[in-house]
């Protein structure tokens, strides 16, 4: 039990930085709230 434990924590710090160090993004959308998308409703039916 206590390599299984070990070996999960050395694969997780393993993956840490694989990517490249962290970069802040590159624009951040004003403060509020926005809504948009389309909605439908309605009754189909075949005679």
Same mark, same amino acid.
């Given at each position: =039990? *206590?390599?299984?434990? $070990?070996?999960?924590? $050395?694969? +997780?710090?393993? @993956?840490? %930085?694989?990517?490249? /160090?962290? *970069? @802040?993004? !590159?624009?951040?959308?004003?403060? %509020?709230? /926005?809504?948009? %998308? !389309? @909605?439908? =409703?309605?009754?189909? +039916?075949? $005679?």
């Amino acid at each position: =039990m *206590k390599k299984l434990v $070990f070996l999960g924590l $050395f694969v +997780t710090l393993a @993956a840490c %930085g694989v990517d490249g /160090s962290p *970069k @802040a993004p !590159e624009s951040t959308p004003p403060p %509020g709230i /926005s809504v948009s %998308g !389309e @909605a439908r =409703m309605g009754v189909v +039916t075949k $005679f």
